[in-house]
């Protein structure tokens, strides 16, 4: 069986030749990939490619909303936030770069810094752009224009690569993961308690133009020729709202209506969703199901999360597609063995039936990489391969 059929039918919770194996970010079969530049991930690379089923990885130009990082970061944006207000510097000091963003918008001065160090695949934020709770009446001043024409023409031929191999992933922000991030994770949380109308007045915000953005996205992916239900949208920022973070109100305050919503425009198009949120998920997993999203990853184990992959697949796992839950931290730090255990343990709780994409739950982001790891991600994938059979 190819690996887009596998990815399909696992997303259509039934059962296939074996377990769906996909190693997220390290996208084997993208050249523009981080991974893929760095020579010393060319031997696990060649693994990936050789041993998994590949979620090829990619950006669609869909909000003018978001943290400065994802300019910083390479990302591909379409933002109609006008050259004027915006000016950016950048200076290096030692093995850093530094990149300082200056919103000049008609209600006041926004400033943020971000920090991306060689051979470390993030951006740190030094400095938010936003501080106090007026400064969200600055940030939304910015005129923003009706979308215009994009230009999709990268991915559909990215796709058309792809063919068999498996499936096109592009990640989207949900509102909570813009607005979240423009401010320190502490200031945020405080806000969002103890003022929660404006907060939920910005994600309104927020959600209206992503909105909109997305629908002109979708319709443009049509004229140039992408074909969406060979798509799998990951939808990133609900773990903003979970616990020890917020408490479970918040989440469905916060998250579900605005993410279901994105998902029902998604389906009509004949995608697939995959709702994307670390850490602690017992207490929103209902909330998760509302969604009505296809899949759920990256369900973390306890104690970084706190639910038994097995729990998650009894309550949700004859409606989402589950994908995880191999910690990176595992692959990097622990033993032949333990990984080995870890990895039958995970295939033994969610394999019946079907549904079911084994996963690390993120991935390296230092070089050189290490002889371990790369170790490590042998013996997952050939442990995978060997007990993930029907």
């Given amino acids: 069986m190819k690996s887009r059929q596998r990815l399909l039918k696992a997303l259509e919770l039934k059962q296939t030749d074996r377990i769906g194996i996909n ?9 523009d990939n981080w991974y893929n530049k760095q020579p010393s991930y060319k031997p696990l690379m060649d693994l990936v490619c050789q041993n998994s089923d590949c979620l090829c ?16 970061a390479g990302r591909k944006t379409d933002s109609d936030k006008s050259n004027e207000f915006i000016t950016t510097g950048n200076w290096r000091k030692g093995s850093s770069q530094f990149t300082q963003t200056i919103y000049r918008t008609p209600k006041g001065t926004l400033k943020t810094v971000h920090r ?31 979308p ?28 909570i993961c813009e607005v979240a991030e423009l401010f320190e994770m502490g200031q945020f949380l405080v806000l969002a308690m103890t003022e929660t ?48 973070y917020l408490p479970p109100q918040y989440f469905a305050n916060f998250v579900t209506p605005y993410v279901k919503k994105m998902t029902e425009i998604i389906h009509q198009f004949g995608a697939k969703v995959r709702f994307h949120c ?23 184990p306890p104690p970084d999360g706190d639910m038994e992959l097995s729990e998650v697949k009894k309550r949700i796992g004859d ?7 191999i910690e990176v931290k595992l692959l990097e730090h622990g033993s032949t063995d333990e990984v080995r255990k870890f990895t039958i343990d995970a295939i033994n709780q969610a394999k019946a039936g079907g549904g079911f994409v084994i996963m690390p739950t993120a991935a ?21 391969l060997k007990n993930g059979k029907y």
């Fill in 197 to 244: 109308a404006k907060i939920k007045y910005f994600l309104d915000f927020v959600h209206e133009h992503q909105m909109t953005y997305l629908k002109a996205v979708l319709k443009a992916g049509n004229k140039a020729g992408i074909d969406w239900t060979q798509t799998l949208f990951r939808i990133c920022g609900p773990e903003y709202a979970t616990e020890p």
């Fill in 116 to 146: 991306t160090d060689d051979n470390i695949y993030t951006v740190w934020t030094i400095e938010h752009l936003l501080k106090t709770v007026d400064d969200i009446d600055k940030y939304i001043s910015i005129p923003i224009a009706t």
């Fill in 57 to 72: 990885m990619d950006s669609l130009p869909v909000s003018p909303f978001g943290n400065a990082a994802d300019a910083v």
């Fill in 148 to 175: 215009g024409r994009f230009d999709l023409s990268d991915f559909a031929e990215k796709q058309k690569k792809l063919a068999d191999s498996g499936l096109m992933m592009p990640s989207l922000s949900d509102p």
């Fill in 364 to 384: 390296p982001i230092g070089s050189p990489l290490a002889k371990k790891t790369l170790q490590n991600y042998k013996t997952f994938i050939q442990t995978a």
């Fill in 23 to 31: 190693c997220g970010e390290l996208n084997s079969l993208d050249p």
């Fill in 278 to 300: 670390h850490g602690r998920i017992a207490a929103a997993l209902d909330e998760i199901a509302k969604t009505n999203a296809d899949a759920l990853d990256p369900i973390e």
């Fill in 319 to 325: 409606r989402m597609c589950l994908f995880g839950n």
